[in-house]
């Protein structure tokens, strides 16, 4: 096991880093970020999640979109999100892995099959009340506690247990925040393996027909499930999917165009022209050079 952390003692306790790494790849880390060391933000893990909790008002630019963050905004990333730091004054990050904590493996609901990980166009953003900041305030010092000061064989068990823990705050502030309490546990339950489903096959399947189909129900309850929820269309979210992918690829890879929408599930350029320029407006090309 691999332990890495650097304070300062003056009444006050100040934890610049933790890291755990685990005989097995499992990989936890929790930092306090700045200016000076926000580097940590670009690190590449395989099988990532992310929450970064901000403290100071800061800028960063998510899949090409700049976004201005408040103080006490927690955001929800995935390893697939390509971040690039335009300002970032003081934050706190929480990054672990899938041998870390299995989000399939672990309750559906905080996992990401659940709302704030599944890869989706979606930015989950977390604003916290008071009494929300100060929980997490305590688990992130427990947390700092956990990684100080044991090194036992109980440590990993221990350190999942607050990561889920942190996890089930974060959702359930977010289902308030997103209406999802308006609906019963099994819409819930279609509706984020609805999103489920979009995630794995938005390259081959375009219609809601298609994903009706898999869950076993009719197009318009899934519709229907969507309105009440005050979420944009089933048909919207599987669009929205593909646009972030193919801005991904467009911005992040030297792939020519033609080679990205084969990738997408295109049979030829011009459909993936056609459908990239009736949601941004400009052909994929023009956004690629735009980008440059």
Not at 108 to 123: N, R
Not at 186 to 214: C, G, P, W
Request: hydrophobic content about 40%.
């Amino acid at each position: 096991m691999n332990f890495k952390s650097s304070f300062l003692v003056n009444n006050y306790v100040i934890v610049l880093y933790m890291l755990y790494q685990g005989p097995s790849q499992e990989f936890l880390r929790i930092e306090s970020i700045t200016s000076s060391n926000c580097s940590f933000l670009k690190e590449i893990v395989p099988s990532a999640q992310t929450l970064i909790w901000i403290l100071e008002k800061s800028e960063l630019k998510i899949d090409g979109k700049l976004y201005s963050f408040h103080e006490d905004e927690v955001i929800c990333l995935t390893e697939f999100h390509q971040v690039e730091i335009i300002n970032i004054r003081k934050a706190r990050l929480v990054r672990f892995n899938r041998p870390f904590f299995c989000i399939l493996d672990h309750d559906s609901e905080i996992g990401c099959k659940g709302i704030l990980f599944f890869g989706s166009s979606q930015l989950p953003i977390i604003t916290l009340s008071d009494p929300e900041k100060e929980k997490l305030e305590t688990l992130w010092n427990i947390f700092y506690m956990e990684i100080q000061e044991t090194r036992d064989s109980f440590q990993l068990e221990m350190l999942q247990m607050l990561l889920k823990r942190l996890l089930i705050i974060c959702t359930r502030i977010f289902k308030k925040q997103k209406n999802y309490n308006s609906l019963n546990h099994k819409q819930t339950d279609l509706i984020r393996e609805y999103n489920f489903l979009v995630e794995k096959h938005f390259r081959e399947k375009r219609s809601v027909t298609d994903y009706a189909e898999m869950l076993n129900k009719s197009p318009k309850t899934i519709a229907n499930l969507f309105s009440k929820l005050g979420a944009k269309s089933p048909l919207s979210f599987i669009q929205d999917r593909t646009m972030l992918e193919a801005k991904r690829m467009l911005s992040y890879t030297d792939k020519p165009v033609k080679e990205i929408g084969y990738d997408l599930g295109f049979e030829d350029i011009q459909a993936f022209s056609r459908f990239f320029k009736n949601i941004e407006g400009i052909s994929p090309s023009e956004f690629k050079d735009s980008y440059k």
